[in-house]
């Protein structure tokens, strides 16, 4: 069989860079078009649509890709292995250009042979690609194979002689393998009944694991933002080159670019969705791009920069997400189909200054900032991701931002490790249910650690003297239920009371747990395996009962923990927020939690380890994230911090006082914000100092601290902070609500600031401080 234009072409086209995954999607690209032909022709194909690619087992194994597609004739096989020609319509298919066959072959190993029959046929027909025999005159061999079966169709390539580095990665990385392809191929392998197997396993679609349709949170207590944003837009239809796939901008009659007439009408469209993920990530968030299916961009996060056409070079850039908590990842995603959009023949992005891909864009993220107020001149932005950016940029556990938390802050280990069950396939992660409790839990439980702190503040009897006295009325009158005096002789009943035997059911100790069970919100924090290698491992559902009620032990001893042992390894643990020892003496449940558990296992695994040495131990396997070290809880206090400065930043855009604030800064902290601003890479900022907000996000911790001050009633009264300042009529009524604030402030803007110094009890204060700021914050209420 000639090969034309140059045999000599093939073997260079094996140093063209794609990576493993690449060479094996391009051999998977033809039978999926094939497939999606035979859909659209509706024709029955009871034989199903079937990809299998057999990996090497040995540096000199084989790679096999065979389908269970109609197969080719003669000539289009011919066709088909000719370096540099296409029979693919550029707009309908996902294998671009016919290079893509010989690149990937070439690259992976020094020989092809394909193979091809068609129902009805009586022998495979094929031909044999070897690298090392070829020359200007090479001739590909031709095969025939005989048939087991007449009725048998498809495709088969076989390529050995493997490059020794790519055999080796295929050997070893057919999970990796897989895993890239499921998500490559996600959105065909969900929508048709296609099939695909590497290695024998069958490639599962790597779906994204968002917030349900439903779900929103309120901004600004009046605004609904959606969790999820369909994108429909349908755009003018346009006419296409058939040939060179080039869009036409004029109505001629021949293709402007190549001189084809071969012109016609073509859909225009953007569609899919934007939306939340449940989790956080550093790098699974972003947005997919699919073309006809296939993706070719996955995790993609340049939508999340803008590009400032009036910054200075090297100022143009602006990374807008996510910047404030950016060591926490993202979670922003999305999945959105640009079939017209043409992309580069490696098929990993699109052709970046093509109009269509400018238009779609400019849909998606608008042209303004997402946070316009931070460039005078622009409209808000109003786009789909500047809106879904409102909502959901800021990791506040809660409903405000819908993240789930524990009652104090965030979880966002617990959630990432749910959305690794969620791609395992485990039922009960299936929908977004798991987050949605965690949410309404770190509600509840922050809502009963609100009413604990008031309800100990308060006394527990009321002085009714002193209130009557404060009502003006006499001092010695009785107060409501009080036992009245005695004003005389009584006349007492001789006769004794019957003696009445009741005889009262005893409530059992399971109904009693039953009972508390009933009236008991899980802890999602404390709801985890604990133990330690040396003493085993048990499963704990950790239960905080409701107010009211009081938690017995067997003996009706009140007590702070119990806990109850279920089938196997697993344990219920009781807690009583009302007890003592939490309410007036502040312990953690964690605490006592680990008291209770040491003991269990201490028994279980007949350990000689001390009380202490168990509780220890069980702490640093279990909750290795409450560890109290200046890495841990600097990384809270900066986190805190970078919410802080956002909002003094939108308080000061909507005040118009950012030239106020940039001048109480000292000298040395303004010299200290613009070396801030360097070091980011924000030389632009340099030269607007106090001319907007943006300076907030450099100014020294510390300096914060003294903005609060010298200006409380630009940012308390909710505009930052939630306390009351300008409604307070004293000027120690002022302070007070100030001091609460700027108190907590300090410590958090000291420990964000100096963390490498921190003492154990400066952590111990620091932590205490976030979360007290946490609570003073506005809209956290």
Not at 121 to 133: F, K, N, R, S, Y
Not at 362 to 391: H, I, M, T, W
């Amino acid at each position: 069989m000639k090969i034309t234009p140059s045999a000599r072409v093939l073997s260079m086209l094996g140093e063209i860079d794609f990576d493993e995954w690449q060479c094996v999607a391009e051999l998977v690209d033809n039978p999926f078009d094939d497939f999606l032909e035979i859909l659209r022709s509706g024709a029955e194909w009871p034989d199903g649509f079937t990809v299998s690619v057999t990996l090497p087992s040995s540096p000199k194994g084989v790679l096999e890709v065979r389908d269970t597609g109609r197969g080719m004739s003669r000539d289009r096989l011919a066709r088909a292995v000719r370096a540099g020609w296409s029979g693919n319509d550029m707009h309908d298919k996902l294998g671009l250009f016919g290079m893509g066959f010989n690149i990937s072959t070439a690259r992976l190993g020094r020989r092809t042979r394909i193979l091809t029959t068609q129902a009805g046929d009586a022998d495979w027909i094929g031909v044999e690609i070897d690298l090392d025999q070829i020359k200007d005159d090479f001739e590909a061999k031709d095969i025939i194979e005989p048939k087991s079966d007449p009725s048998q169709h498809g495709t088969k390539i076989i390529v050995d002689r493997l490059h020794a580095t790519r055999a080796e990665w295929l050997r070893r990385n057919g999970a990796s393998l897989r895993n890239i392809l499921g998500s490559v191929y996600s959105w065909i392998l969900t929508e048709h009944p296609f099939e695909l197997y590497v290695g024998g396993a069958r490639v599962k679609p790597v779906r994204h694991c968002r917030w349900g349709d439903d779900r929103y949170v309120i901004y600004n207590g009046k605004e609904r933002i959606p969790a999820y944003i369909p994108i429909e837009e349908k755009l003018q239809d346009g006419i296409a080159c058939r040939d060179c796939g080039e869009w036409q901008l004029g109505s001629g009659e021949v293709c402007s670019v190549c001189g084809s007439g071969n012109l016609t009408v073509r859909e225009r469209r953007i569609h899919g969705w934007l939306g939340v993920q449940r989790y956080l990530d550093k790098t699974e968030y972003g947005i997919d791009f699919l073309r006809n299916g296939r993706k070719i961009l996955r995790w993609d996060k340049q939508l999340f920069t803008w590009n400032n056409p009036e910054g200075r070079e090297g100022d143009k850039e602006v990374p807008e997400y996510p910047v404030e908590l950016a060591h926490q990842g993202g979670r922003l995603i999305g999945e959105i189909h640009l079939d017209h959009v043409p992309v580069t023949y490696q098929k990993d992005a699109f052709e970046y200054g093509d109009r269509s891909w400018l238009a779609a864009v400019e849909l998606l993220r608008g042209v303004a900032p997402l946070q316009p107020k931070r460039a005078p001149g622009y409209l808000e932005n109003d786009s789909p991701l500047a809106l879904l950016f409102k909502g959901f940029r800021r990791n506040d556990a809660g409903l405000r931002c819908l993240v789930p938390g524990d009652g104090n802050k965030p979880v966002h280990a617990d959630t990432r490790d749910w959305g690794r069950k969620f791609q395992a396939g485990v039922s009960q992660f299936q929908t977004d249910e798991h987050w949605w409790q965690a949410v309404l839990r770190h509600e509840e439980i922050k809502n009963q650690g609100k009413q604990a702190k008031t309800a100990a503040s308060v006394p527990a009897q009321p002085d009714e003297q002193a209130v009557l006295g404060a009502l003006g009325m006499p001092a010695n009158i009785p107060a409501s239920g009080a036992a009245q005096p005695d004003t005389g002789p009584k006349v007492v009943s001789a006769a004794p009371a019957p003696a009445v035997a009741i005889e009262e059911r005893m409530e059992t100790r399971g109904e009693r747990l039953a009972r508390y069970e009933d009236a008991a919100l899980p802890h999602a924090y404390l709801s985890r395996s604990f133990g330690h290698p040396e003493l085993g491992y048990v499963k704990v559902r950790t239960l905080l009962l409701k107010p009211g009620k009081r938690l017995l032990d067997d003996n009706g001893l009140h007590v702070p923990v119990l806990l109850d042992q279920r089938s196997g390894n697993e344990l219920t643990a009781l807690a009583d927020p009302e007890h003592t020892a939490f309410r007036r003496f502040g312990a953690d449940y964690a605490d006592l939690l680990l008291v209770e558990l040491a003991a269990v296992l201490k028994v279980r695994a007949r350990s000689d380890w001390s009380p202490s040495q168990l509780v220890a131990a069980i702490r640093a396997e279990s909750l290795q994230d409450s560890a109290l070290d200046g890495t841990t809880v600097g990384a809270e206090a900066r986190d805190l911090l970078a919410d802080i400065r956002e909002r003094v930043a939108e308080a000061l855009d909507q005040s118009g006082d950012y030239t106020t604030a940039y001048g109480h800064l000292s000298k040395g902290e303004e010299t200290a914000t613009e070396e801030a601003m360097i070091a980011a890479g924000r030389v632009g900022l340099v030269g607007r100092a106090g001319l907007d907000s943006g300076f907030i996000h450099h100014v020294p911790a510390l300096a914060l601290v003294r903005l609060v001050e010298a200006m409380p009633a630009s940012f308390m009264d909710g505009a930052v902070f939630r306390g009351p300042y300008a409604g307070v009529s004293s000027l120690s009524g002022k302070a007070l609500s100030l001091a609460r604030v700027t108190g907590c402030l300090s410590d958090v803007a000291t420990l964000g600031t100096f963390t490498g110094e921190a003492t154990a009890p400066q952590l111990r204060r620091a932590r205490l401080s976030i979360a007290l700021l946490r609570d003073e914050l506005a809209g956290e209420e």
